[in-house]
């Protein structure tokens, strides 16, 4: 099992924050200010969100973090198709 380095983490942080495809362009834009790299994981974040809209951040910044890393996600033996990822769980 591959363990997530600091930039692992970095990433996944910042793809729970950017909801849209904008931001999500933004993350990986090493001359933008909320490039992943920049996150300052021992600043403390407050949550200030209903249940139901933290856990779809979390799926869509884990599942996207693991289908662009090259990770296969299934269920029940099928392979969810990392575009369904992007499309479905980030808004435009």
Do not use: C, W
């Not at 983490?9 to 849209?20: G, W």
């Not at 403390?44 to 990770?71: I, P, W």
């Amino acid at each position: 099992m591959n363990k997530f380095n600091e930039n692992d983490l970095k990433e996944i942080f910042a793809l729970f924050t950017s909801v849209t495809l904008d931001e999500l362009n933004q993350i990986y834009d090493s001359k933008n200010r909320h490039y992943f790299e920049n996150e300052k994981l021992d600043d403390e974040y407050n949550l200030s969100q209903a249940k139901r809209e933290f856990a779809s951040d979390s799926l869509r910044s884990v599942l996207y973090f693991l289908t662009k890393h090259g990770y296969r996600i299934t269920k029940a033996n099928e392979e969810i198709d990392p575009d369904y990822v992007l499309q479905s769980l980030f808004t435009r």
